[in-house]
């Protein structure tokens, strides 16, 4: 490859012996002018190798001086060019305590019903038990436990909704959640989807550790934005290494995740149907100019490759000519949304650091309203099921919202008091729009935007939170010992997963644990699936199967064959939707004194409610058909794991 | 025009989502160049999704043995014995004459006749990932879009919406995935051949199986279709209905390859890329449109020649087997086999006797499929650093699918008909001199022409300078003019439109 590469590689010692030549030969040194005359002086033969290897030496030593000198020089003027324009102070952030409260934000949705659609009755609101299981999977990722759903239920008390809701934002779970929701966000659209060298695990940690202290979310931004060193100590830095570094990757997903706009479609020719120019992605992606990521250990076995991230030095960003592509045009940074727009223009000298800062500051500014938009829609768009825009990653200026008096006024309140996440979750899930039922497209209120929750389908964590609390499974998806009569199908002993000696040899060995789970088919993004099922084990096999974009619409989310698959014949499933000593079908059978108790018992568990009439008829019929009351329990336990509700929100 | 709205609905993903970009990319360069010609260039996805009633007619089907790591080209098939890069590596004569390929894959040699070689293929990517993401899409790797694996694109078009099977199986690995065709085209993947792929059995009596999932249906209709899951559950019961045919279809015994003799199994070589071939085989013949064959370890930058010698022990028997196999079972004239790697090795042996990445050039052999077989198509250069001696069209591709024969209706020359039957992925072949980027061209994801190849000489005619068996045959490539397609009358166009990037390989022209 070296050949193809062009003679470059030796130009610069190539350079420098040439010029030491023409030195001695000239007698030409542009600095040290007096100098020259000293190789004429000397022509003894004697003394003439070691003269001139002398000579040879010192003006190395002198060319060498005079280029680090000229490039200081330059640094100096650079840097005096820089002091001279100012660069804009930028405003810091102002907290005013938001006055909109959830009535208040009801009654703007409440306007915005009847000025659209005054003929629509929105859908009655939601029953506790409804409502309880909805805010425990939107909080903490998690279904709550018959325990939960019975003391909520039968709780007298006014405000247990309200109470309800701040005792789950103050739980771990709920950092978790949402770290995970961001961390996905991400990692769908990576440049760089690599498990191993991203480490999206530790993001996953730093954003939880940022949620629980209900960080501001400029805060949290700017951290990821800004974020330097090595991966695994600083969490942040795996965001600006999934996109490795490159500014033109990082301008097109920090402007898609955190501002909402899709300008990455400007990098090579201005948009087609907005109003971006490719002159303003490239000035957006200046500011990211200058951060690099680099290698620090390298993967061995036993351990993890390390990648460092940093901001150094002074760097020229350019961008292709349109018209010659071997030309660079050096470009500034400039931010392409709002107020900024009429600053004036940034210096080209910029030094990487400051050019992050600056771009940080731009972009969670208060005096930029989509950033704050951005987030207050993607919220909304999963607590309600329904988006303000089209997209959730697709707002801006030249998008028509829905309702954009709620949406505006909400994301203002939300700026000006702060970025408080907890008070914004807070508000809408204490308005009557969030507590309605959900409805389908059958009905009207199905229909009309805001006027229902929507339906949508649970992320791939909160799916397996699911299996775990309806199946008694451990966290980690690995065997659970079971004591006693090993039962299969048709008699035969049942196999791996009841062994507890088996069990252990299957937490020691993921890969073994993987293949047990059903899950070794999961298609992995990093390449070499067998470091990335050992770090995570079935848990991580298990997302990979199940996960899903959460910044796809929701109904264009439709499950996938291996999915059903999985829930349909999967070993896991099969094992603990047996009734048999130790499982939890086993103990409800045990211990119910009838039938209907016992379905009952099964529906709070796995659905976190009671069936209605309808079910218990149709599986009083079943029952009748099939006769063993075994079996039959086994096929309810079954059908609810694999039925739609099950993984979805309602 | 009913052409126009295949087109557009190429570019909407399963979920009904249009990009903006695929449906801009479905279009091709659109008006660039084009002004008074009144033709559209078209690419691979365009030309079968145009000739997609046809192929579906035909059952076309087509194997990618994926040789992952980037194959030696010298020590498979453009060996270069004797010069200063071939290394130790001798050649072999086939049974075609004239056609030499290197020593240890003697069954390829014998069933050289099936076989076309391509030794010009030329890239610029080094990367793994991204060579490997655009050898399977046909497009650069970018944030912005996520493009769908070329088997999938053709599964979409080609595969029958009730059939029971996956249209797009991957064995042995994962590969590239759907894109923005949607996850209900994602390939279906099977790690381990030696038993049915994971979760297909049901754990319990196909009885028990059938009452459960009416169960199922009955307890949903009762409970959240009514209680506003009605859309969801609708999705959720259509995905099932698909997931049970599969599960209880007879077709699943296709998996089972303790159902083959065992003279067969030994032929295809007792190992997971030989059983897989084999696996194949019977996936096609069951009806499956696009199997990919996954084979590891060809990234051989330490000990080249004995880790390939090793690794074609594997692949060669199953590849002549799979050919042979084929052949007798009547299914070679519908399948296409594609062997490919995402890049070739270096011509220089580095210390550590091992060949580097060098996607400059590098080999890939087709068969079947309709394509005339015991043919070289390009070449590389003596020493085996450039993609040489001319191919067929410098900056042409091989394109999809079948197109009727054509003659142009310009020239009387009847070696400027082309016909090309077989179902493909667009790659170029060429002289290893590409083309500078025409003014205004930004580096990006591409829509690329795909002018026909010539691989079949019309009958009665005699053998035309693109269809020799011996490089050295190919005629003064200059004075003629561009491969052209024209597919469904449509009117040929001048050489000057082929001089922009094809899709996703490149090729820099002097």
């Known amino acids: 490859m070296r050949e193809a590469a062009g003679f470059r590689w030796f130009c610069r010692p190539a350079a420098l012996v040439l010029a030491t030549a023409l030195t001695m030969s000239l007698g030409l040194l542009a600095q ?29 030593q002198q060319l060498r001086a005079a280029v680090k000198k000229r ?42 019903l009847k000025k659209t659609n005054p003929k629509v009755e929105p859908a009655s609101l939601t029953s506790d038990v409804e409502f309880v299981r909805r805010v425990h999977l939107d909080l903490a990722g998690a279904p709550p436990t018959p325990r939960q759903v019975v003391s909520f239920v039968n709780d007298r008390s006014k405000d247990k909704r309200a109470r309800l809701v701040d005792t789950l934002l103050q739980s771990p779970q709920y ?23 991203v480490r ?20 949290i931004v700017t951290a990821m934005i800004t974020a330097s060193g090595r991966v695994d100590e600083n969490g942040a830095v795996s965001f600006p290494l999934a996109h490795e570094a490159k500014p033109v990757e990082l301008a097109g997903e920090v402007s898609r995740i955190f501002l909402g706009v899709q300008i990455q479609c400007a990098q090579c020719h201005d948009h087609k149907t907005d109003s971006w120019k490719r002159a303003q992605f490239h000035e957006f992606a200046a500011f990211f100019s200058g951060t690099k990521a680099k290698p620090i250990l390298r993967a061995m076995p036993g351990q993890l490759p390390v990648f460092e991230v940093s901001a150094q030095g002074r760097p020229r960003y350019t961008m292709p000519d349109m018209q010659d592509p071997n030309k660079q045009i050096p470009v500034a940074p400039r931010f392409f949304l709002a107020s900024a727009m009429a600053d004036a223009k940034l210096p080209e000298t910029l030094d990487a650091i400051e050019r992050r800062a600056l771009g940080a500051s731009y972009i969670t500014g208060q005096d930029n309203p989509w950033f704050a938009r951005a987030f207050v829609n993607r919220i909304w768009y999963a607590l309600m099921g329904e988006s303000f825009y089209d997209a959730v990653d697709d707002l801006g200026p030249e998008r028509t919202p829905k309702a954009p008096e709620v949406i505006e006024t909400l994301a203002d309140q939300w700026q000006k008091g702060g970025y408080d996440i907890c008070w914004l979750v807070r508000t809408i899930m204490g308005t009557q729009a969030y507590q309605r039922r959900v409805r389908a497209t059958t009905s009207p209120a199905g229909t009309t935007a805001f006027a229902s929750n929507c339906p949508s389908r649970l992320r791939s964590d909160q799916i397996v939170e699911a299996l775990v609390e309806a199946l008694a499974l451990p966290a980690d998806l690995t065997a659970v010992p079971t004591a006693a009569v090993n039962r299969g199908p ?25 293949e047990a789970a059903g899950l070794a088919g999961a298609p992995t993004p990093a390449k070499g699936q067998g470091k990335a099922v050992r770090l995570g084990g079935p ?92 079996e039959v329990f086994e096929d309810i336990y079954w059908a609810l794991i694999n039925s739609t509700e099950f993984i979805s929100r309602r | 025009m009913p052409i126009e709205s295949k087109i557009v609905q190429v570019g909407m993903s399963g979920d009904g989502v249009v990009s903006r970009r695929g449906f801009l990319r479905t279009l091709g360069l659109g008006a660039a160049g084009l002004t008074g010609m009144g033709v559209m260039p078209v690419s691979f996805t365009e030309l079968m999704v145009l000739q997609a009633d046809e192929l579906r007619k035909r059952q076309m089907a087509c194997i990618l043995l994926w040789m992952a790591g980037g194959p030696s080209q010298f020590e498979t098939f453009d060996p270069k014995p004797g010069t200063e890069h071939g290394g130790s590596t001798k050649a072999i004569e086939t049974s075609v004459p004239g056609i030499s390929i290197a020593q240890g894959w003697d069954q390829t040699a014998r069933v050289m006749k099936e076989i076309t070689l391509v030794r010009s293929m030329t890239n610029k990517e080094g990367n793994h990932q991204r060579a490997t993401y655009q050898l399977h899409t046909g497009y650069i790797p970018t944030a912005t879009v996520k493009h769908p694996n070329i088997g999938c694109s053709i599964a979409a078009e080609l595969g029958e919406s009730k059939f029971d099977l996956p249209h797009i199986v991957s064995i042995g690995g994962p590969t590239i995935g759907a894109g923005f065709l949607g996850a209900a085209l994602e390939p279906f993947v099977v790690q381990n051949v030696e038993r049915p792929p994971d979760n297909t059995q049901p754990k319990v009596a196909a009885d028990r199986f059938k009452r459960r999932l009416g169960l199922l249906n009955h307890l949903e209709t009762a409970g959240f279709g009514q209680t506003g899951g009605f859309d969801r559950v609708k999705d959720h019961r259509a995905l099932y209905a698909q997931t049970a045919r599969m599960v209880l279809s007879p077709r699943m015994r296709a998996f089972h390859l303790d159902e083959e003799s065992p003279g067969t199994r030994e032929a295809y070589g007792r190992n997971p890329f030989g059983q897989g071939c084999l696996l194949a085989r019977r996936l096609v013949e069951a009806g499956v449109t696009f199997v990919e064959v996954r084979s590891n370890g060809w990234d051989t930058h330490q000990q080249n020649n004995d880790k390939v010698a090793t690794l074609a022990q594997q692949v060669d028997p199953a590849f002549a087997s799979l050919i042979r196999d084929l052949k007798e079972h009547g299914m070679l004239g519908r399948t296409l086999v594609v062997w490919m790697g995402e890049f070739g090795r270096t011509p220089k042996i580095n210390g550590n006797a091992g060949r580097d990445h060098y996607p400059k050039v590098f080999n890939v052999a087709l068969a079947g499929g309709g394509i005339k077989g015991g043919q070289v198509i390009g070449a590389s250069n003596a020493a085996g650093t450039e993609a040489g001696a001319c191919g067929p069209r410098p900056g042409s591709s091989v394109s999809g699918p079948c197109h009727r024969s054509r003659r142009c209706p310009r020239s009387a020359r009847p070696d400027h008909s082309r016909s090309v039957r077989a179902l493909s992925m667009p790659f170029s072949v060429g002289r290893g001199q590409g083309w500078p980027y025409p003014a205004g061209v930004e580096p990006g994801v591409r829509q690329g022409h795909s002018p026909a190849l010539r691989l079949t000489p019309r009958p009665g005619e005699s053998p035309s300078p693109l269809n020799p068996a011996e490089p050295s045959a190919f005629g003064p490539c200059a004075e003629e003019e561009p491969a052209e397609i024209a597919p469904l009358g449509w ?14 390989v490149m090729k820099r022209r002097s």
């Not at chain 1, 961390?183 to 191993?196: G, Y």
């Open chain 1, 32 to 60: 040290e002018p007096g100098k020259g005359e000293q190789p004429k002086a000397s022509r003894e033969t004697s003394q003439l190798d070691e003269q001139a290897s002398r000579e040879i030496l010192q003006s190395l």
């Open chain 1, 490 to 514: 048709g008699g035969n002993p049942a196999q791996g997963l009841n062994d507890p000696g088996q069990s252990r040899k299957l937490a020691e060995n993921p890969k073994k644990a993987v």
């Open chain 2, 491 to 504: 009117a040929t166009w001048p050489s000057w439109i082929s001089r922009t990037r094809s899709s996703g």
């Open chain 1, 200 to 219: 999206f695990d530790a993001m996953e940690d730093w954003l939880t550790e940022q949620f629980a202290k209900n960080k501001p979310w400029d805060e």
């Open chain 1, 539 to 630: 848990r991580m096999m298990f997302n990979a199967l199940f996960g899903v974009d959460p910044s796809i619409p929701n109904d264009d989310v439709l499950g996938t064959i291996p999915q059903a698959l999985f829930l349909m014949n999967g070993p896991i499933i099969h094992n603990r939707t047996q009734a048999r000593p130790g499982t939890v079908l086993g103990e409800i059978l045990a211990t119910a004194p009838y039938d209907r108790a016992a379905l009952n018992a099964l529906y709070l568990r796995v659905l976190s409610r009671q069936p209605n009439a309808k079910e218990v008829e149709t599986c009083s019929a079943y029952s009748s058909k099939v006769g063993n009351r075994v």
């Open chain 1, 71 to 112: 490039d200081q020089g330059d640094q100096v003027k650079a840097k005096a060019e820089a002091a001279k324009t100012p660069l804009p102070r930028r405003p810091a952030r102002t907290v005013t305590p938001p006055s909109l409260t959830s009535a208040e934000l009801d009654r703007l949705v409440n306007q915005y």
């Open chain 1, 175 to 197: 950092a978790r959640n949402w770290a995970h929701y961001w961390k996905d966000v991400i990692r769908f659209h990576a440049t760089n989807q690599n498990l191993l060298q």
